[in-house]
Structures are given as C-alpha cells and as structure tokens.
C-alpha cells in the first residue's frame, strides 16, 4: 500500500491520545504552545511599538508563517530564494529576502518572483548587485524595495562604513526600477547567553553602527522606511535602543536548548514555552547501562558542537542523550539498574529548532495528545 502524501501517521489524525501512538522518529508541534508563544511576541510588540518580522528560515513552513502574520507579524524573513518563493506563493505579501541573489538563474527567479510579489523587499550590500537587481526589476515590469545590509558585529554580510552605507542608499534611490526602504542591521551571535545585562551589553555595541547610519541617513533627506534587525534574544530591550522598526524574531516560535536558560525579559524571565518535540523509540536494550533509539544525527542534528538532545519524557529521571550514528541516538541511564523496553519512546527537546526542522518532511501538529494535522515542511529547498 503507498504510504500518503503526509506520511504514515495521517491515519491518526483526530485519534484520542494520538500523540502517543506516533510511527518514529517523528517531529512533533505542540500547537496550543506555539500559539500561545506568537501571541505573547504579538503582545510585547505592540506594547513596546515595533513591528515583528518572523523568520521563516526556522521553521521553512507557510502554514506557520501565516499563523504569525495573522498575529500581526510582516510579512515573513526569508533566508533564500526559495524560501522566499514559497511564501509569496503561499499568498503572503511583504515578503523579504536578506541574503544576496548574484547569479543569472537565480535572478530570472527573483524577477518572475517579483512581478508576482507583493511589497517584496530585497537586501542588498553591492553596488553591482544593485545594478543586478535593477535589471531584474526591469525585466520584472514593476520597481523591486531594497535594503542596505550594514554589519553589526556578525562577521557576515553587510556594509561596514557610515558613508559607504550612505552612497549605497543614495545609489538605490536614484537607479531605475529600484526603491530605497530602509536598512537592516542584523546583530547576531551570543544572543543564547543566559545572563540579560551580558546580552544586552554585548548588544549595545554591535547595534551603534546601525544607529549611526540612520542618523546621517536623517541627515541627508534620506531616511529609511524600514529598520529591521534584531532577535529573539534581544526582542525585550531592542526597543530601548530606538532604532529598529520590525524585530526579526524567530526561534520563539518552538524554543530549544540553545534559549533553555536565557533570560528573555525583565519581567518575564522565560515568556516562551517548548512547542517543538523529537519522538523517538527504543530499538535495542542489549546491554545493561543504556538503550539505543531511531534517532540519531539525520533526526536531530549533524551539528558536532552542539548538545544532542535533551531528554523531555519517556526515560528514567537524570538519564542522558547522546548521538551515536546516522539514524540511532543513545540514552544512558543514571544507573545501571535502571531499564526500559524495546518500543518505549522517548521525546526530545531538540538542541538548535531549526537544525532538527529541516531533517523532517512534516509536522506532526499536535493538541494535548491528539494529533490533529500534519504540515509540511513545504519551503523545504535550500536554494
């Protein structure tokens, strides 16, 4: 029998305690935390005056993405053309791509994307680039919004002198096809340090060259209609900054270890709660000690310096994670006294949400124990 187009546990959908009875490894959504995790970022946003720019780069899913801009979030941050691509096609407008479109297939994309976009914005940081996108907007039929990237202290992309982000501005706007909209100043880096005052510290100086190009843009009749940068690690104090007019949060979303211990806000240490999940079964328990499981670093993370998983239920207190193989995943006991049996599963706090999102084809959309959907995983294509 040919398994369904979402997979084998679409049968289970809308069964009482579902969530249990989950074919693994399966990726699973807590959808009333999610929600409640959205709504709390909408709230805080609209309280402290900014707009926010969900990143869909974390969780590569229009059906999520939609849930946060009906919340009142932009239209989603893309990382790639075909992120960018699915969610316009998914109906959203204002889309934004913040890393650079430089070869001629990719741009034919960008200008058929654009003819059938929406308020699709572009960030940019090359004067060639510039003059690229200037034809794609041409042979697209209608003017293409840029961004200037400027480098906040991330060691990637982005332009580096006050003047030099100035004359890129000026350029744009007074190239053909092209609008000039605003900036980006992306301050990433050490925003999972746990310690609040650390984490804005560190943040303070990264973000002064953004607040430095605005200024002179201001000075120059110039000024951006946009400013978009900062976190789920800064979200609480980017306002204090007065800078930013959209905050590109994302991993808020689901939550993981790399946020398990940060505190997020002043008056609300830890305002996000644990949406996504690992369900993995035991598949041997041959020797004393431990249990080998069906999840391994193709369901969790390939990513050697990061912890692999963090045990959430299913397994005896104090037991450990480990990643052992491709597709097999180790739990040790606190004890060799303790045991568990073939076919117990186990579920799992993923290390880095989005590192384990793209190892999947779905989600398992779940409501208390009953799953009640299955999404897919549909801006999937890296590129």
């Known amino acids: 029998m040919p398994v369904s187009p979402r997979g084998p546990n679409e049968r289970l959908i809308g069964v009482p305690g579902s969530r249990h009875m989950l074919g693994t490894p399966s990726l699973v959504l807590d959808l009333d935390v999610m929600e409640a995790n959205i709504a709390s970022m909408a709230d805080h946003a609209s309280a402290h005056g900014y707009l926010v720019r969900p990143v869909a780069k974390i969780h590569k899913s229009t059906d999520i993405a939609r849930l946060q801009v009906a919340a009142g979030g932009l239209g989603p941050c893309c990382a790639t053309l075909a992120e960018s691509e699915a969610m316009v096609d998914a109906g959203m407008s204002g889309v934004m791509l913040f890393t650079s479109v430089v070869t001629e297939p990719k741009l034919q994309r960008l200008s058929e994307l654009n003819s059938r976009a929406e308020d ?4 940019v940081d090359d004067t ?9 907007a041409r042979r697209s039929g209608k003017s293409l919004q840029l961004m200037v990237d400027i480098v906040v ?9 006050v ?14 096809h092209l609008e000039f909209v605003g900036l980006q100043g992306y301050a990433g880096g050490r925003m999972g340090e746990d310690d609040y005052n650390v984490r804005r510290s560190m943040y ?45 949060a994302g991993t808020y979303v689901f939550m993981d270890m790399n946020y398990e211990n940060c505190v997020l806000r002043r008056d609300d240490p830890h305002p996000f ?15 004393p000690g431990f249990v080998v499981t069906d999840a391994g670093l193709k369901e969790i993370s390939n990513l050697p310096s990061i912890e692999s998983a963090k045990i959430m239920s299913g397994a005896p207190v104090g037991s450990t994670y480990s990643l052992t193989g491709d597709d097999m995943g180790r739990i040790d006991f606190p ?6 049996s073939i076919g117990n599963v186990v579920e799992l706090m993923p290390p880095h949400c989005y ?8 989600y398992h959309v779940v409501r208390g124990d009953k799953l009640v959907d299955i999404w897919p995983v549909d801006a999937f294509a890296n590129w």
Do not use: C, W
């Open 163 to 176: 003047d030099d982000a100035v004359k890129m501005a000026r350029f744009i706007e007074d190239t053909d």
């Open 128 to 136: 060639s680039n510039v003059l690229q996108l200037s034809e794609a």
């Open 335 to 340: 004890s060799v006294e303790e045991r568990m």
């Open 273 to 287: 709660g644990h949406s996504l999940f690992v369900r993995t079964t035991v598949i041997s328990n041959a020797r």
């Open 204 to 248: 303070a100086e990264k973000i002064q060259p953004l607040i430095d190009v605005v200024e002179r843009l201001h000075e120059e009749n110039l000024p951006p209609r946009m400013v978009s940068g900062g976190s789920t690690g800064s979200h609480d104090y980017d306002p204090e900054f007065g800078v930013l007019t959209e905050v590109q």
């Open 153 to 161: 202290g991330t060691g990637r992309t982005g332009i580096a002198s």
């Open 355 to 362: 590192q384990t999102a793209i190892m999947y084809l779905y």
């Open 120 to 123: 699709f914005v572009v960030v």
